[in-house]
């Protein structure tokens, strides 16, 4: 199917564009996400949002999607003020998100699901569903996606793209006029991508407005007609696509100053950066071999020196977070090998923490904490077989109550908060702090870090970032996976970066390059 | 009021409204007699509160007690039974009799917690499963071996244990006190703690999950043995039917007490308030000489409002 | 488990109930002469209505992922209260609706209990059966009440040459295959079983649709109540005792899942009760010492749901979302 790129022919029109934001501000626990973003998205015309993680993207999708309300600003919809309260208010003013997690219900067929709230009825009193006309009907829209499967198919029979082409066909049943596509490619095939494409060209040349969020540079350029650049909240740039190269937007979405204040950082011990690895396992405190999960990571292969930070970067879907879920034996390998001190890592996390492996996991709620319990309960944790005596494991209150008191000092948990008061009630920082007190707690020889300051305040990074440094000044070895590169280059030794399972990618300190390593997270050339 | 409702202490308020309660319509009631029946009639419950308050702490439920019960009543009874048991007359008869319930416990219960644990069946239908399949086999053994319902002539040093009051004190005084050592004082007890308040944190922090989990329902069995003990002792019987009536008053107990049906939440001694709570309802209505039935509805009303009252803390008392 | 063996797997759990119904036909075929008859399996398709009933109410609440122990009790209060009103005279037809009332009503105190007051179901409905066992006593008076002959003679009427009790629960599994496949509530129900949270999102009305499926599970109590006094002509103290085990079994057999999302009444449910009871026919044939039932039931229970739960796991190990290596267009 074919598509005409860049609809460099089309005339421009000069009503007021279907969705218009304007001076959006929105923040988040005292973070200010959005500081006054204004741009419009015009009928028929396809427009393209990149920027990095964080940069706030998602957000400007979910205040349009209805999940959330801006704290400053207005949107505009069809030139009347838009105020969803909530997706469905989203919905009935005719704005379709099709979001990364699909919300699909996988034991009923396309059709049900297309019209799971409007099904066609029989109309004869009882509420008989008129098979025909679901099955007429949800063809139909299958057709307008290009999607070749019976109505009847069960979607759980379906590939991650096709239920994709899916959700859109659910948007187009509900009559939408604005479709919000969020990182659409992620799971999709090459030949899925392109049915994408044709697909989302057909709708804009129908007269539908698009707004198309994605990492993959490549296909933002040739997709959309125009683009919008997010940097920190703000507007960076905007303009018609052919206005712009790759380069330059990368350039855009990276900006040039620092905006944080890292702690310094002094050369390490030994960095288990290929050079400095002599012998074959040359002072490495991990080491990981040729490690394969078919899906998930592909013949990967690094060293982690003692006393060094080595960061991970790369997008989301990359398979870091998977990665560090392998090393920490919470999901299987094919095959490969890891190696922690010389010796072969394997078994439950339990074995791994006793060798001296600990994980600081991506969602503190679900997998970092106890919520419901205390903070002195959740820094002890980890250390409580430690310090519990033989035979029946009675527990030595006194080297826990120290331990903990120990670990409060060295995180700096806010003082207000009492060893008794439940996790729930602290801040997003000072949970985090718990967290890592937890790991420190055992005086870890490798700490698997994983976006650790995700939603935390830049007072409480600042201090979490000197914490990783006097771990690793200790002689331990630290892997922080982050998607911030410029947090990643404040605090490492070197960076590796991942993409598509694999490393594309791997910097030194000297040699750190905010848009190379971008560039590597985006392409799978090597750097 | 939610401060209130919300405190430890809120059981034995409604112990305090309950005896208040009873006093002046029933005859009997306030007497040294009632008081040792009481006392006496409430340590099965003790024991068998106790053990399922520690599966309750790591969100799970044991709704098979009453047929260990039963099964560890029909085995002690099979082995040192004065006429036909296998040990019968022996000086061995008991100690070996006594193991023989401990084991039957702790199986039963190493069954529950494997399929709860490893293969993840839902704790209240493998529970109520078993509840059947074991107490059936309570019958169908008793009925096999000795070809009748219940087992008598059991050697008189076990019947010590029900006649003497003091020695059934001991032993339920003993696991309780044992159960809140584990819990207070040694890392099994936290780890009970840490499964139920979130079970993936808990494995990511080193806590093997699955073999506390299965601990948990292998201690309830145990409990649930050792009620059994105190039981078929006090009623000089080994029969499958002792404690059947007990089940609602085993949860009751422990939720009204302030252990939580979702997990992370529960002490011993929170527990022991909850059993003397529904003890005081249980002799009240005995001496009220309230039809069996009633007692029933009782007993589900008293079920009902624990889970409520359960459901109000979680949501609405935040506390420390 | 490697992913690659788990498809077959599946699907060979899929086949066990219809497997065990063969084997039951075999084994008891073989061992007793008048077991594979005409006339027999009349009787058994007879005696499982009223089990077949209540299983079809207890699927649409397995569906949501929820459960109601008390359906048991729910006939008991029923049928207690009917015979009563039976035998101080009033007409068929009340006793009938006021069993089917009283179903109502139960399941009405269920939704409530689950949908406002936010009790997990099993505890809920646990207190339920307690308190509607004893109100079930109290009514009876612990004794047996025999009825008089017009409920019998419901159970032996015939219309077109088929046993009354069978056209009703027949009529019943047709109504609720109907309502399930063919109209929105019962595909909502299905979505709601399988992601209550995107069924939320989706704006599905979940109250509702939690509160109508304990309604229904308790008139079918009641339906179910009337086809079994309809055989047995009497209220024992024992009625409807076990009636939940049996229907869960019967439900979970056929395919429906404990977890939600996923059952089918016909032929699913239908299929369990018929199976349940052909295995106690047969016990009963075979003359089997009648002690060992317990042990029996609880282990076809047990079977049954072991199979759903290792189900259930094999499908979330399949659905994880996999990266996909040769990822997107660049």
Not at chain 1, 1 to 18: G, I, L, S
Not at chain 1, 29 to 52: A, H, N, P, T
Request: charged share 15%.
């Amino acid at each position: 199917m074919d598509f005409t790129p860049n609809n460099a022919e089309r005339p421009k029109t000069n009503q007021e564009p279907v969705v218009v934001f304007e001076r959006i501000e929105k923040s988040f626990f005292g973070v200010k996400v959005l500081q006054g973003v204004s741009f419009g998205v015009g009928v028929g015309r396809i427009v393209g949002l990149v920027g990095e993680n964080g940069a706030g993207k998602s957000t400007l999708m979910n205040l349009l999607g209805g999940n959330l309300q801006p704290d400053a600003g207005e949107l505009r919809v069809n030139g009347h003020r838009y105020t969803p309260r909530n997706p469905k208010d989203a919905r009935a003013a005719g704005i379709a998100f099709v979001h990364q997690e699909l919300n699909l219900f996988s034991n009923l067929s396309i059709a049900e699901n297309l019209f799971l709230t409007d099904f066609p009825l029989l109309g004869i009193g009882v509420p008989w569903i008129d098979r025909r006309a679901l099955r007429s009907r949800a063809a139909e829209l299958l057709r307008q996606v290009g999607l070749d499967h019976s109505p009847d198919t069960l979607v759980e029979r379906l590939p991650a793209g096709e239920r994709q082409l899916v959700e859109i066909a659910k948007a187009l049943g509900a009559e939408a006029r604005v479709i919000l596509l969020d990182e659409p490619t992620t799971s999709l095939s090459s030949r899925e991508c392109e049915r994408l494409f044709a697909l989302v060209t057909q709708l804009r040349d129908r007269g539908m407005a698009l707004l198309y969020i994605s990492h993959a540079l490549g296909d933002v350029l040739r997709l959309c007609d125009d683009l919008v650049v997010l940097r920190d909240g703000e507007r960076v740039g905007s303009g018609a696509t052919k206005d712009f190269t790759h380069d330059r937007l990368v350039s855009m979405m990276v900006g040039r100053q620092l905006n944080q204040i890292y702690p310094e950082r002094r050369a390490p011990i030994q960095t288990g950066s290929s050079e400095s690895m002599a012998s074959p396992d040359g002072g490495a405190v991990l080491q990981v071999d040729r490690i394969s999960q078919p899906g998930i990571v592909r013949d990967l292969s690094f060293k982690l020196g003692a006393g060094e930070v080595l960061g991970i970067s790369g997008l989301m879907g990359a398979g870091r977070s998977e990665l560090a879920r392998i090393l920490f034996g919470l999901d299987p390998f094919a095959s490969g090998e890891v190696r922690l001190s010389g010796e072969l890592l394997t078994g439950s996390p339990r074995e791994r923490i006793r060798r001296g492996l600990a994980f600081l996991t991506e969602d503190r709620r679900q997998e970092g904490l106890c919520m419901e319990a205390s903070i002195a309960d959740n820094l002890a944790l980890v250390g409580l077989p430690a310090n519990s005596r033989t035979p029946a494991r009675f527990l030595d209150f006194t080297g826990i109550q120290s331990a903990v008191t120990r670990m409060r000092e060295a995180v700096k948990l806010s003082a207000k908060a009492t060893d008794g008061q439940a996790v729930r009630t602290l801040s997003g920082g000072n949970q985090q702090k718990v967290v890592l007190g937890k790991w420190l707690l055992m005086e870890p020889k490798v700490l698997l870090l994983d976006e650790p300051t995700r939603g935390i305040d830049v007072g409480a990074k600042f201090e979490i970032y000197q914490l990783i440094h006097q771990l690793a000044d200790r002689g331990a070895g630290v892997l922080v996976i982050s998607s911030e590169i410029e947090e990643l280059m404040g605090i490492c030794d070197r960076i590796l970066v991942m993409r598509g399972g694999e490393i594309t990618g791997e910097f030194r300190r000297d040699d750190f390059d905010r848009e190379r390593i971008l560039a590597a997270a985006l392409h799978s050339s090597k750097a | 009021m939610s401060r209130i409702i919300g405190s430890e202490f809120f059981v034995l308020f409604l112990c305090l409204i309950a005896f208040a309660a009873f006093a002046p319509f029933t005859p009997g009631f306030v007497s040294t007699g009632n008081f040792e029946n009481l006392l006496t009639a409430c340590l099965p419950l003790l024991v068998l509160a106790t053990g399922q308050t520690m599966v309750l702490i790591t969100g799970g439920i044991d709704l098979s007690v009453t047929a260990i019960i039963g099964l560890s009543s029909v085995v002690g009874a099979l082995v040192m039974g004065g006429e036909q048991g296998w040990l019968g007359g022996s000086p061995m008869a008991m100690p070996v009799a006594v193991a023989g319930m401990l084991a039957t416990g702790a199986l039963v219960g190493l069954f529950n917690g494997a399929c709860i644990a490893w293969l993840r069946m839902p704790a209240f239908m493998v529970t109520l499963t078993t509840t059947m399949f074991f107490s059936g086999l309570a019958v169908w053994l008793a009925k096999k071996v000795v070809n009748a319902e219940s087992i008598y002539h059991l050697p008189p040093a076990f019947l010590a244990l029900g006649a003497q009051a003091w020695m059934a004190l001991a032993l339920a005084v003993f696991a309780t006190f044992v159960a809140h050592v584990l819990l207070a004082r040694t890392l099994l007890g936290r780890w009970l703690y840490a499964v139920g308040h979130n079970p993936r944190a808990s494995l990511i922090s080193g806590v093997p999950v699955a073999g506390v989990t299965v601990g948990a329902y292998v201690l309830s069995g145990i409990f649930a043995a050792m009620a059994a003990i105190l039981l078929t002792a006090r009623l000089e019987t080994g029969s499958p039917n002792h404690g059947k009536a007990l089940l609602l008053d085993v949860i009751g107990a422990a939720v009204i007490g302030g252990t939580s049906l979702f997990g992370g939440k529960g002490k011993v001694l929170w527990t022991v308030y909850g059993v003397l709570f529904l003890s005081l309802i249980s002799n009240g209505l005995n001496l009220l000489n309230l039809s069996d039935f009633l007692i029933t509805i009782i007993k589900g009303v008293v079920i009902l409002v624990a889970a409520l009252l359960d459901v109000w803390r979680t949501r609405f008392v935040r506390g420390s | 488990m490697r992913a690659s063996n788990s498809r077959p797997l599946l699907r060979l759990l899929d086949f066990a109930p219809v497997a065990l119904f063969v084997a039951v036909l075999l084994v008891f075929g073989a061992m007793s002469d008048k077991f594979l008859t005409a006339d027999n399996f009349t009787q058994i398709l007879v005696q499982s209505s009223s089990t077949a009933v209540v299983a079809v109410g207890m699927t649409f609440v397995l569906l949501t992922a929820g459960v109601d122990l008390s359906v048991g009790a729910i006939m008991f209060v029923g049928a207690g209260i009917a015979g009563k009103m039976a035998l101080a005279g009033q007409p068929l037809s009340l006793c009938v609706l006021t069993m089917l009332g009283v179903g109502l009503l139960g399941g009405a105190v269920n939704a409530v209990l689950v949908t406002r007051f936010k009790l997990v179901a099993f505890i809920a409905t646990l207190a339920t059966l307690y308190i509607g066992r004893g109100m079930g006593r109290w009514i009876t008076q612990t004794r047996a009440m025999n009825l008089p002959d017009s409920f019998l003679a419901l159970g032996s009427a015939k219309g077109l040459g088929v046993p009354l009790p069978l056209l009703i629960a027949g009529a019943v599994v047709l109504i609720a295959q109907w309502v399930l496949s063919m109209t929105p509530f019962g595909r909502q129900l299905y979505a709601l079983g399988n992601n209550p949270d995107a069924a939320r999102k989706a704006g599905l009305p979940t109250t509702r649709l939690l509160t109508a499926v304990y309604l229904v599970c308790g008139v079918c109590a009641g339906l179910g109540g009337l086809l079994a006094l309809s055989q047995l002509g009497s209220v024992s103290p024992k009625f409807g005792e076990l009636y939940e085990f049996d229907a869960i079994t019967a439900a979970v057999l056929g395919g429906t899942s404990l977890f939600g999302g996923r059952g089918r009444v016909f032929p699913g449910t239908v299929l369990g009760a018929v199976l349940l009871k052909s295995i106690f026919n047969g016990l009963v044939m075979v003359q089997a010492d009648p002690y060992l039932y317990p042990l029996i039931t609880s282990s076809i229970i047990f079977g049954a749901v072991l199979i759903d739960s290792l189900r259930s796991h094999l499908m979330v190990r399949l659905g994880r979302r996999k990266i996909r290596v040769e990822a997107g267009a660049n």
